[in-house]
């Protein structure tokens, strides 16, 4: 049996979704090699730390992985 999603996993995927198609988009316009998506990376953790998540750039030993929380008030 599945799991119930939570009011805040509703929330995440309603804000994924208003974003995704956007950022996709801009990410498409300039492909990047595996392992070497430097300009994906600053998009995507740009736009987080505009939008309040604390941001750890270039996370567990990747220079193109981040991990992205949100603290509500």
């Not at 270039?58 to 193109?64: D, P, R, S």
Request: aromatic content about 10%.
């Amino acid at each position: 049996m599945a799991a119930q999603k939570t009011e805040f996993t509703k929330i995440v995927e309603n804000f994924i979704a208003a974003i995704s198609d956007d950022l996709r988009e801009l990410i498409h316009a300039k492909p990047e090699i595996t392992l070497e998506e430097h300009f994906a990376h600053n998009l995507l953790t740009d736009y987080l730390e505009k939008k309040r998540f604390k941001v750890t750039r270039k996370a567990y030993g990747l220079n193109t992985a981040f991990r992205a929380e949100y603290e509500s008030e």
